[in-house]
């Protein structure tokens, strides 16, 4: 296999979808000579079967706002990869999302899901419908609508989807009772990220947070690190950020940042419970401002519009919002002010300019495949719970979301570490997923 032969035939297929052939150029990169050394999987196609999703639907999606006007979206759910179980991914509300940025996480997602060490396939989905503005009567009927397009190529044995980035726990209840009534299946193993009452996992709100700072805690060990008293910046204000900052706060680390779209929270003695609380408040108003922090909590929290959370003096950066958020430039600015950490908890949150700056300038670093995979693993372990019709306490919960970093970051070592005792995050993450994906379609044939 040679990556630029592969990526030369993609460009000409795909061409403009940058996010999804970013994707595909990292992880070939990194598996090239592990690849070559297996000539069963340069006779099976592996890579060329691998690279290139199952099936793609495409769907309108047509509703009605509070002023009676019909309105159209496109959505979508692309079904990548199903050789180590059911596909498995989450579902973006969002006006940036298109099949590239679909396509992009799906192929991710089958790596991901491959190193929890949980039997789940890829997938992604979503819709260029943006709830920022919307009426909770508004977001229901659109849910209800997408669903109406979406449930026949979903189930909990087939396809389970979960939340994402504009779809959170009110989009999921709206989802799953227009499923429920158009399938007539009880079950309540057909989406993750469901309310507590209903078959939800405990745990799964924070969940993607939490994992990242054990992923964190784990990458800081193996270096001689610790994390207590070190300060953290994080980007955004959702589930994610929300779920970070709290376990950050209880590991003894001081979050000093947060950020949003129209500007940076400086947060100089650390955040606090209360703040924490509020990061809720922002996220459920659709306002998609952090200065809501500042005005709730002045001299507490410095607002500068304009500015991202790595303008502020940290120890360790967690990108936490969007693909692509953090580039080479915001990477040389938190070098400058002190950083020695980075932990991709967005998915490809960096981009390579920033990833090659932090590998060859000594900052640490470790890719979202790897550091966010908490939040599909208890999605896993919520699929599970639904299965034997029973709920495992928060301990338990926990306990096994500890287990399961602890052994994605394993992974990552085993097959990351250089010649001079380094590791190499991104490659160690990379070969992982790849091999055991690459197995299973291997034994599986050709199909």
Not at 7 to 15: D, G, Q, S
Not at 74 to 97: C, D, E, M, W
Not at 375 to 396: D, F, P, Y
Request: with cysteine.
């Amino acid at each position: 296999m040679k990556t630029k032969d592969i990526m030369e035939r993609l460009r000409a297929k795909y061409p403009g979808e940058s996010e999804y052939l970013q994707a595909v150029q990292e992880v070939l990169e990194s598996i090239e000579d592990v690849y070559n050394q297996h000539p069963e999987f340069e006779q099976a196609k592996i890579v060329e079967r691998m690279v290139e999703p199952d099936r793609i639907f495409t769907f309108r999606v047509t509703w009605v706002d509070d002023k009676g006007e019909v309105q159209t979206n496109t959505g979508y759910r692309i079904q990548f990869n199903s050789a180590i179980g059911p596909y498995k991914g989450g579902l973006r509300f969002h006006r940036a999302v298109t099949p590239s940025m679909l396509k992009f996480l799906g192929f991710e997602q089958t790596f991901k899901n491959a190193l929890t060490t949980l039997p789940m396939g890829g997938a992604k989905g979503g819709s260029d419908f943006d709830p920022k503005g919307k009426t909770d009567a508004e977001i229901m009927r659109f849910c209800q609508a997408f669903m109406l397009e979406l449930w026949q190529c979903i189930g909990p044995d087939q396809d389970i989807p979960a939340g994402d980035v504009g779809v959170g726990g009110r989009e999921i209840g709206f989802l799953y009772g227009t499923y429920k009534k158009l399938a007539r299946e009880y079950n309540t193993g057909v989406l993750t990220g469901k309310g507590s009452t209903w078959g939800g996992s405990i745990l799964r709100p924070e969940a993607t947070g939490f994992g990242a700072l054990y992923f964190t805690q784990n990458l800081l060990h193996h270096a001689g690190k610790d994390i207590k008293g070190c300060k953290v910046a994080v980007s955004g204000f959702g589930n994610v950020a929300w779920g970070a900052c709290i376990k950050a706060l209880e590991l003894g680390a001081k979050v000093v940042a947060i950020s949003g779209p129209d500007g940076v929270c400086a947060i100089p003695d650390g955040i606090t419970k209360e703040m924490i609380d509020y990061m809720l408040v922002m996220r459920a108003s659709n306002r998609d401002r952090v200065e809501d922090m500042a005005t709730k909590f002045p001299g507490k929290a410095i607002f500068t519009p304009g500015k991202k959370a790595w303008s502020i003096p940290c120890d360790i950066a967690l990108p936490c919002a969007f693909q692509n958020e953090l580039s080479e430039d915001d990477a040389k600015e938190l070098k400058a002010n002190g950083c020695w950490c980075c932990c991709e908890v967005s998915n490809m949150g960096c981009q390579p300019g920033a990833i090659h700056f932090f590998q060859h300038n000594g900052i640490l670093f470790a890719p979202g495949k790897a550091v966010n995979a908490g939040g599909v693993a208890t999605s896993g372990l919520e699929m599970t719970q639904n299965a034997e019709h029973i709920s495992w306490s928060g301990k338990e919960v926990d306990e096994k979301l500890h287990f399961i970093m602890k052994s994605i970051h394993e992974q990552c070592v085993k097959f990351g570490t250089q010649p001079d005792g380094s590791v190499d995050y991104v490659k160690g993450a990379n070969i992982a997923g790849f091999m055991k994906v690459a197995q299973a379609m291997l034994e599986q044939g050709i199909v």
